[in-house]
T-cell receptor, first 115, second 111 residues
Framework: DAGITQSPRHKVTETGTPVTLRCHQT?????MYWYRQDPGHGLRLIHY???????DKGEVSDGYSVSRSKTEDFLLTLESATSSQTSVYFC??????????????FGNGTRLTVT | DAKTTQPNSMESNEEEPVHLPCNHS???????IHWYRQLPSQGPEYVIH???SNVNNRMASLAIAEDRKSSTLILHRATLRDAAVYYC????????????FGKGTLLTVNP
């Protein structure tokens, strides 16, 4: 399995509190992604990173911010969690620029519940 | 970004071949075609990818049309474990490798 770890795996938090999810990789890959998955919506891209300090918005970035201060870590922050952000969050990594044959590898997901 | 069209759902019987189609008529010449699947309650996993030629691996085969406007993922003998949502994704290096998923095809495998 690709070396990708998401933490925490489960979290319950209250509306209005800040939450940070962490994605850690040991593959030294350049590209990292955050997706959310909700019933009926499939996977939706929140933010992605194409290098240290290089990030961009995805399809559903409102209410989320990210940071990538080093290659191995990509943090997703909900500044003030809302119930609509209850979801399963997946991190993914890819070494596409290093090799055209590099596929996307996903973490096991973080289940976030905002009450 | 290239758009894709996949059937919402398909059904197959165990041990029979399955052909999952994907239309990507706006694909550019340098976009690779990737396929991923997501088993119930799991994260997505890579299945196969290709550029122009047909590709085979231990999981599946990928047949790419000569004009590259469509592709077909082939599972040679479906098993119950192949029941999943299958996603077809053209990957564009020109957009900093921004990867967005469509809704995919839900494959049901009957015993």
């Amino acid at each position: 399995d690709a070396g990708i770890t998401q933490s925490p795996r489960h979290k319950v938090t209250e509306t209005g509190t800040p939450v940070t999810l962490r994605c850690h990789q040991t593959e030294n890959h350049r590209y990292m992604y955050w997706y959310r998955q909700d019933p009926g919506h499939g996977l939706r891209l929140i933010h992605y990173s194409y290098g240290v300090k290089d990030t961009d918005k995805g399809e559903v970035s409102d209410g989320y911010s990210v940071s990538r201060s080093k290659t191995e870590d990509f943090l997703l922050t909900l500044e003030s969690a809302t119930s609509s952000q209850t979801s399963v969050y997946f991190c993914a990594i890819s070494g596409y620029r290093e090799s055209y044959n590099s596929p996307l590898h996903f973490g096991n997901g973080t289940r976030l519940t905002v009450t | 970004d290239a758009k894709t069209t996949q059937p919402n759902s398909m059904e197959s019987n165990e041990e029979e071949p399955v052909h999952l189609p994907c239309n990507h008529s706006t694909i550019s010449g340098t976009d690779y075609i990737h396929w991923y699947r997501q088993l119930p309650s799991q994260g997505p996993e890579y299945v196969i990818h290709g550029l122009t030629s047909n590709v085979n691996n231990r999981m599946a085969s990928l047949a790419i049309a000569e004009d590259r406007k469509s592709s077909t993922l082939i599972l040679h003998r479906a098993t119950l474990r192949d029941a999943a949502v299958y996603y077809c994704i053209p990957l564009s290096g020109g957009s900093n490798y921004k990867l967005t998923f469509g809704k995919g095809t839900l494959l049901t495998v009957n015993p």
